[in-house]
Structures are given as structure tokens and as C-alpha cells.
């Protein structure tokens, strides 16, 4: 699976002040290029106030993030949090009396997946953009054990959004001739929902793509017996009708369907660079 293993490095390139705030295998906070922990009392205030990127109220964030005590017991709370937080020298909230908010200076690696997934979709991807990194699989399970209902929602707006942009990616790397890399991103897809339509039709165009009608066959009939097994219904008739579409077909097929939205010029698969996410350019 292509990955890019420089991505730690890309974002701190992309940082504005040295501090970045990841999410993925976290929480935790990266100075400079050295990752500091977050003390574990304070990791739910400040993840909850980065995911509202805007001000957030005390009482609203005390009462979200202690939601069985009371008022005073949760601004209890809160203050201890915010205590520690200055205590371990993390200086990431800009705080006054009624409010939190986010220090600008600081970056989340979950906005730069987001940027990354949204120039997919929208179909103006750089050619940077076309490459399955670390960052967007590690997205797809978005702070893993948390289940405040914020958080889940969170999880799952990303999740979705992320595995558009995997099929998104799959027909830009079809266009490109990269067919090795669609069945990578078709794959990352299917595996994160075996039952989802669209990334399954991806997957074998993928593979028909590459003139490898045998391995879509074989993706689409593992697809008709999950349908059975889980639900009792059988594939779409289209999806059924891509196994007998000729290699060209499936690719201007794919074509026509990106025809409405801009895509960047693809340079040679040997001259693209491997590269993560980033919305420097946005």
C-alpha cells in the first residue's frame, strides 16, 4: 500500500508557530518536532475546545464534559483541567472568564486529513494530494475508546467523509494509470465497510481498470455473498454489468462521471511526488 512515511515532517513544516495538536495516536501535542504528552485530566477540555475550532463557553464545556455533576462541581472540574494544563507548561487554550478557545498558532493534524479529504471530493486535488498516507487510514478511527456522544459524532463525520475521498481518490488514480494505487485506496475503503456500494464498485472498476477481469469477478462475487449473508438481497444490476464493460469503457466511464469537476493536471506516475495532506495552499 503506497504510504508516505515523511508525514510527521510534512506537518511540521506546515506548522505557523512550531505546535501542532494530533489526534491521531492521541492525544498529544508536538513542539518544535518533540512530542509532549498532555496531562490525562486535561485531555478531554482540550480536545473538546480544538474540535469546535471557535470559542467555546465555560459553562457550556463544563457541562458537556461533566455532564453528571454538578454545575459547580463541573466548573470544579474545568479549573482543575485548565490548572494542569499550565502546571505541564501547554500553553494551548487562550482563556478569560466566560470563555476557551484555541490558540491560533496551533495546528491539528485532523485539519490537514480534512483539507486533504475535501480536495478529493471536490475534485480539485494537487498532484500531492494523490497518494494513500498514514494519516487518512489513521483517521478512520478518530480517538478510539472515547464515547462521549461529541466525540462519536466527531469520529463518524470524519469516518465518512474520509472514506468519500478514498473512492474519490481511486477514480483520480484510474485516470492517472497508477491502477496499482486505486485497488490500494478501493481496498482502505472496503475494509472500513465491507458493505458499502460505491467503494466495492471502485474496487472492481479498479481491477477492470487494470484488464484484470478474473480479480473483479472475484471481488464482486465475495460482494454477492456478504449482501446474502447480511442482508438477503443481491448487488445492483449496474455493478453486475461492469464485468462485461471493456477496460477503455471503464475508464472513460469514470471519466465522464469527473467530467463536472476540475482536476489538476497528473504529471508521470515516476515524477509524482510522494507527499501528506496539508492546507498551505488552500
Known amino acids: 500500500m503506497a504510504t508516505d512515511v515523511r508525514g510527521a515532517s510534512t506537518l511540521r513544516d506546515e506548522r505557523a508557530a512550531g505546535r501542532i495538536l494530533h489526534m491521531f495516536g492521541g492525544p498529544y501535542i508536538e513542539v518544535n518536532g518533540a512530542r509532549r504528552e498532555i496531562p490525562e485530566g486535561s485531555k478531554r477540555l482540550l480536545v473538546f475546545v480544538a474540535l469546535r475550532r471557535t470559542r467555546v463557553e465555560r459553562r457550556h464545556a463544563a457541562g458537556a464534559l461533566w455532564p453528571t455533576c454538578t454545575d459547580e462541581r463541573a466548573a470544579g472540574n474545568l479549573r482543575s483541567a485548565l490548572w494542569r494544563l499550565r502546571g505541564a507548561q501547554i ?87 497508477r491502477w496499482a494505487e486505486a485497488v490500494d485506496a478501493a481496498m482502505a475503503a472496503v475494509a472500513v465497510e465491507p458493505l458499502r456500494e460505491t467503494a466495492q464498485r471502485m474496487l472492481v472498476e479498479a481491477h477492470m481498470a487494470e484488464g484484470n477481469r478474473i480479480e473483479g469477478q472475484r471481488c464482486l462475487d465475495a460482494y454477492r455473498k456478504l449482501l446474502r449473508r447480511e442482508l438477503d438481497i443481491e448487488p445492483p444490476p449496474d455493478l453486475m454489468e461492469i464485468l462485461r464493460s471493456p477496460r477503455r469503457a471503464i475508464v472513460l466511464e469514470v471519466a465522464g462521471e469527473q467530467a463536472h469537476a476540475p482536476r489538476p493536471r497528473l504529471p508521470s506516475r515516476a515524477g509524482l511526488e510522494v507527499g501528506s495532506p496539508s492546507s498551505a495552499d488552500r
Open 91 to 177: 500553553d494551548l487554550l487562550v482563556t478569560d472568564k466566560q470563555s476557551l478557545s484555541l490558540s491560533r498558532d496551533v495546528l491539528l493534524d485532523l485539519d490537514l486529513v480534512n483539507d486533504w479529504a475535501s480536495r478529493l471530493v471536490a475534485g480539485t486535488a494537487r498532484p500531492q494530494d494523490l497518494t494513500l498516507a498514514p494519516q487518512s487510514l489513521d483517521a478512520l478511527d478518530l480517538l478510539p475508546g472515547w464515547y462521549d456522544d461529541w466525540a462519536v459524532i466527531e469520529r463518524e463525520r470524519l469516518r465518512q467523509r474520509i472514506l468519500h475521498a478514498l473512492e474519490a481518490l481511486s477514480q483520480s488514480l484510474i485516470m492517472a494509470g
